[in-house]
């Protein structure tokens, strides 16, 4: 069975971080390029940041410089680091392949930055 499990989201004070994972079943997950997306409330979706099979990296602007997506074939599981967060980051945070299958769009993880 395909699956993406995201993980690791929560409430953060802005400045702090949080360390997203997604854990990948079902899928070569070694030679795809994986994404993390994310949907703030009342808005679409959007890719946040991307990485290739030979780990080759992108950002949205709005993230540059603060965010880290890296990963782990060896676990099949894609991370996000989060640094200074703010309150713009507030969404539900998905993982999926880029760009992203229709059957592999998961509950997604929670993050919500606020004082």
């Known amino acids: 069975q395909v699956q993406l499990v995201e993980s690791g989201g929560g409430l953060v004070q802005p400045g702090g971080s949080l360390r997203l994972s997604c854990a990948a079943s079902g899928i070569i997950f070694r030679i795809n390029t994986m994404g993390w997306y994310r949907q703030p409330p009342g808005k679409q979706r959007e890719v946040v940041a991307t990485i290739t099979s030979l780990g080759n990296t992108d950002y949205v602007d709005s993230v540059k410089g603060r965010f880290t997506i890296s990963r782990d074939n060896a676990k099949n599981t894609v991370y996000l680091q989060m640094n200074s967060l703010k309150p713009e980051d507030t969404a539900v945070y998905y993982c999926?392949?880029?760009?992203?299958?229709?059957?592999?769009w998961g509950q997604g993880t929670q993050v919500t930055v606020s004082s």
């Open positions: 999926n392949l880029v760009p992203g299958r229709n059957n592999l």
